[in-house]
């Protein structure tokens, strides 16, 4: 069997996924055409095809021409049907396509396997997303809507959809459980000279991808006044460094602060922290149950917390070693032993192969999670009571889950939730 894997890269993940499948013999090849600013893998697969159609690419998102925008749809027609005659599967990160989803008919036409992986923000609802907290009400509006459209056509053609039950509310078909498949992981990709703490000094690492969403700016404030109280912390934070350096930066702290309003317990940084034994603090409003029909071993040892409980969480971690070096060293078993590479890679020929685990799936109208990402949610109640005033409940895109969109209604017009 020969696997395509495409075609953009997300933390990481896609060439970790090629790697797995290639260490237990699956011709497997990551096709990149963006291209990932963190340079998680600098030996993508390529040649010149692929080559001139992310260099087509790249024109036409600097210089939208008509001239340039037929270029690329030229060449990825090109890359498109040697795709087909090339490869037996076809797995797609987020919402990548070579032609808005159409591909996907032939794709099924030639008895292709598909896979689709949804990794959060793409499958997450914008009116749920903090990222857009600040963006005009119409254009949330308009995203949603494509967010819906674009997952109704993937549910109508993929074999398998992968996804996080607290970013599934729109899916209406059964998908295959996040944690259930996990993270790929090599070891030999995080090789890096390890240096030693501080002695006497607590180092906290913070690596936001995006501050505002990950809550950066309160973090630092409670490091602050932390500091002030006169703990010895050397806070650490960093932004668009390279995957390495960032792997440097984890060597040298005693643990992590990842984010504030995560609707998941372990993101790719908490993993590359686990490995080094470094634990993670992650707040956010999830509960284990949001996490679908996980058992004790498939869920990732993280420091999970309220946000209005930042503060502690931090102080348990400096205070208690003992405490903080058990669940670094928790985080680092999990990560060798439950996400290393090959065993993530051999659930990943049960999907290619049409095998997978029934206790994998899970039913979107067991989905009871609203309480969104990157925001506080007394901010996201204010968000959602102006949304849904000008637009109706219509605009929630819903009405498959009813049990779930009058949830969302009653927490947005006065229902508050209390998250120990």
């Known amino acids: 069997m020969r696997v395509f894997i495409g075609l953009k890269e997300i933390a990481g993940y896609n060439s970790g996924l090629r790697d797995g499948l290639k260490s237990i013999g699956i011709d497997a090849h990551f ?71 159409y591909e996907l008919k032939v794709l099924k036409l030639f ?10 923000s793409e499958a997450r609802p914008a009116y749920l997303n903090g990222s857009f907290i600040k963006t005009n009400l119409d254009h949330i509006k308009k995203l949603a809507h494509q967010q819906k459209h674009s997952i109704s056509i993937i549910e109508k053609y993929a074999d398998f959809i992968i996804n996080h039950p607290p970013t599934a509310q729109f899916c209406k078909k059964k998908f295959i459980l996040w944690y259930k498949i996990g993270i790929p ?142 669940l670094g060293e928790k985080a680092h078993s999990f990560v060798v032993n439950q996400w290393n590479f090959k065993k993530f890679a051999r659930k990943y020929e049960k999907l290619l192969n049409g095998q997978p685990d029934n206790d994998w799936f899970y039913s979107p109208h067991d989905v009871q999670y609203i309480y969104g990402f990157g925001i506080q949610l007394e901010s996201l109640k204010h968000h959602l009571r102006k949304y849904i005033s000008k637009f109706g409940e219509k605009a929630l895109y819903l009405n498959h889950n009813q049990a779930l969109k009058n949830r969302l209604i009653k927490f947005a017009f006065g229902q508050k939730r209390s998250v120990d």
């Open 31 to 101: 096709v990149d055409l963006w291209g990932h600013k963190f340079q998680y893998d600098e030996e993508l697969f390529s040649d010149k095809l692929i080559s001139n159609v992310r260099s087509a690419l790249k024109s036409f998102i600097n210089t939208p021409t008509l001239l340039n925008k037929i270029k690329y749809k030229a060449l990825s027609v090109a890359l498109f049907i040697r795709s087909i005659s090339e490869y037996d599967a076809f797995i797609y990160a987020s919402f990548t396509n070579f032609f808005s989803f």
């Open 111 to 120: 008895n292709k396997k598909v896979i689709y992986i949804f990794y959060g």
């Open 185 to 326: 992981f090599s070891k030999t990709t995080y090789e890096v000279t390890k240096s030693i703490p501080n002695e006497g000094v607590i180092t906290i690492l913070h690596a936001p991808s995006n501050p505002f969403v990950k809550g950066t700016q309160k973090i630092i404030s409670t490091i602050k006044n932390l500091k002030s109280e006169g703990f010895k912390i050397n806070f650490v934070k960093i932004t668009n460094l390279p995957n390495a350096k960032v792997l440097q930066n984890l060597q040298n702290c005693d643990f992590v602060v990842d984010e504030l309003y995560s609707d998941a317990f372990m993101a790719m940084f908490a993993t590359e922290a686990a490995y080094f034994g470094k634990p993670a603090i992650v707040c956010g409003y999830i509960n284990q149950s949001d996490l679908g029909t996980l058992n004790e071993n498939d869920i990732p040892p993280v420091l999970y917390s309220n946000p209005d409980k930042l503060k502690q969480s931090i102080i348990k971690l400096i205070e208690d070693k003992q405490y903080r070096m058990a």
